[in-house]
């Protein structure tokens, strides 16, 4: 079975750091790019970025760059997603989830297929 | 690119045919996928490529438009449809979702 799981639910203080995980199982890890979702509380989808466990490829969104960090290991079929030093806006449920490829005529089309169960995190003094 | 969705919530019964606009701008062609989230979970991919069906989703679900207009169609709502649906384009990498619409069943 395709699953991705998450790390739990943290609760920090703002300043601290943070790394959370996403470890992939059931497909070719290296083959498929994961990326992170921000979800606000009430609120929609943001994408934070995305990375490609194989190369290592990484792009981010224009509200995240500098914020975060991505990351994968290859070696445990983990990948993750860092702050150095939290603020209370960062608190927010946190999905990653896996980039599928649909070869529909002669294109390629792109959804994310797989999603991990979420990382709540909540940063308040 | 910018996508927006329409309305923002709506209420229906269960039996109805609903339908979820979405615009994109500028012109994304087909590459344009639908998500459902209900309430409590991780989002689901339900069309993708603007009309294909992802593999296990009920047929009542159905997706058109290219460019600019698409809609997801709900031919006969479901109580289990209770959810919010999304939008996105694929046109690129970090592709943008639109802001969900929430749908209730009345």
């Known amino acids: 079975e395709v699953q991705l799981v998450q790390s739990g639910a943290e609760v920090k203080k703002p300043g601290e750091s943070l790394k959370i995980s996403c470890k992939a199982s059931g497909y070719s890890f290296s083959t498929y790019w994961i990326g992170w979702v921000r979800q606000m509380p009430g609120k929609g989808l943001e994408w934070m970025g995305i990375i490609h466990p194989g190369d290592s490829d990484i792009r981010y969104s224009p509200s995240s760059e500098g914020q975060v960090t991505i990351s994968a290991d290859k070696s445990i079929s983990t990948a993750y997603l860092q702050w150095n030093s939290l603020k209370a806006s960062d608190s927010a449920l946190y999905y990653c989830a896996r980039r599928g490829r649909y070869n529909y005529g002669d294109l390629s089309y792109y959804g994310l297929d797989v999603w991990g169960h979420g990382t709540t995190v909540t940063v308040s003094s | 690119i910018q996508m927006t969705q329409s309305p923002s919530s709506l209420s229906a019964f269960v039996g109805d045919r609903v339908t979820i606009a979405c615009r994109a701008s500028?012109?994304?062609?087909?590459?344009l996928n639908w998500y459902q989230q209900k309430p409590g979970k991780a989002p689901n991919l339900l069309i993708y490529a603007a009309s294909n069906l992802q593999s296990g989703v009920p047929s009542r679900f159905n997706g058109s438009g290219s460019g600019t207009d698409f809609t997801l169609t709900i031919s006969s709502l479901q109580p289990e449809d209770l959810a919010t649906y999304y939008c996105?384009?694929?046109?690129?990498?970090?592709?943008?979702f639109g802001q969900g619409t929430r749908l209730e069943i009345k």
């Open positions: 500028p012109s994304v062609s087909n590459f």
């Open positions: 996105q384009q694929t046109y690129s990498v970090l592709g943008t």
